[in-house]
């Protein structure tokens, strides 16, 4: 469902992906892990069509992303990690107006926004505004309207993030269900290993731009003679704190010399 070869993204003389290769098969749910700065983001953003590789090759379902944009975007559904949903509208509009710049048949729009709903148990808050709502709410919102125009592939990134942990093991447990009930190939980053080593099928480790180990998290634990996947992360990346803005500061940068020419 999801192949990468060769991947790399550079901006300027910062190599920010370097040389990757994975796959994801169809109704995998597969994690990507990676310290701060470690080049997660901008592959998510090469994958959704948000950034062109500077060289590599990425396939959708058999499509490329930086050629067939449209095409590309119509197989996959993505919670970013920064909230997307326009809190002044309801719970409701905010899924009809998704359904609407996604051109999902209106008599379609209505019986699936109805099914999501219920099933992330939201359909009695429907006509509420959307701040009214908890975080784990809108998350679970969030991923419900990714998934209304019937994505093969949802990309979650780090969508737990600041949720108590009744609200993320409600959040995954949804996801796991509707993975097995609609065969949805699920992409996911997280920061918690505890949510990576119970809901992944398999896993890679990437680290400064590079991967550094791939497998199921029973493997990667083998790999590293660890007793949990915390332990083998830490085993594969180090122990040391990452500056996030390291890398980003970096991008702006060369983002800058761009203009400036």
């Given at each position: 469902m999801i192949r990468v070869h060769d991947l790399v993204k550079t901006f300027g003389e910062f190599r920010a992906v370097d040389n990757i290769s994975f796959q994801v098969e169809k109704g995998e749910i597969f994690a990507f892990l990676g310290p701060n700065g470690a080049?997660?983001?901008?592959?998510?953003?090469?994958?959704?069509?948000?950034?062109?590789?500077?060289?590599?090759?990425?396939?959708?379902?058999?499509?490329?992303?930086?050629?067939?944009?449209?095409?590309?975007?119509?197989?996959?559904?993505?919670?970013?990690?920064?909230?997307?949903?326009?809190?002044?509208?309801?719970?409701?509009?905010?899924?009809?107006?998704?359904?609407?710049?996604?051109?999902?048949?209106?008599?379609?729009?209505?019986?699936?926004?109805?099914?999501?709903?219920?099933?992330?148990?939201?359909?009695?808050?429907?006509?509420?505004?959307?701040?009214?709502?908890?975080?784990?709410?809108?998350?679970r919102l969030e991923i419900a309207r990714g998934l209304l125009h019937t994505p093969k592939i949802l990309f979650l990134d780090e969508p737990t993030l600041g949720l108590d942990p009744q609200s993320r093991n409600q959040l995954w447990t949804h996801v796991k269900n509707l993975n097995e009930s609609e065969q949805v190939t699920v992409f996911l980053t997280t920061h918690y290993m505890d949510e990576a080593d119970r809901v992944a099928d398999r896993i890679a480790v990437i680290d400064h731009g590079r991967i550094v180990a791939q497998g199921s998290p029973?493997?990667?634990?083998?790999?590293?003679?660890?007793?949990?996947?915390?332990?083998?992360?830490?085993?594969?990346?180090?122990?040391?704190?990452?500056?996030?803005?390291?890398?980003?500061?970096?991008?702006?940068?060369?983002?800058?010399?761009?203009?400036?020419?």
């Open positions: 080049g997660k983001t901008t592959t998510i953003k090469m994958l959704t069509t948000l950034l062109k590789p500077t060289s590599g090759r990425v396939e959708l379902d058999g499509l490329n992303p930086a050629v067939k944009q449209n095409e590309a975007r119509q197989r996959f559904g993505i919670v970013f990690q920064d909230p997307s949903l326009d809190s002044e509208l309801t719970g409701y509009e905010n899924m009809d107006l998704h359904g609407v710049l996604y051109h999902v048949p209106r008599k379609i729009r209505i019986e699936r926004i109805e099914r999501l709903l219920k099933l992330f148990e939201l359909w009695e808050r429907r006509n509420d505004r959307i701040k009214q709502f908890s975080g784990g709410m809108k998350r029973a493997e990667l634990k083998e790999q590293t003679s660890s007793d949990s996947l915390e332990q083998a992360f830490l085993t594969l990346t180090g122990s040391s704190i990452r500056d996030e803005s390291a890398g980003s500061a970096d991008q702006l940068r060369q983002f800058a010399k761009m203009w400036k020419r």
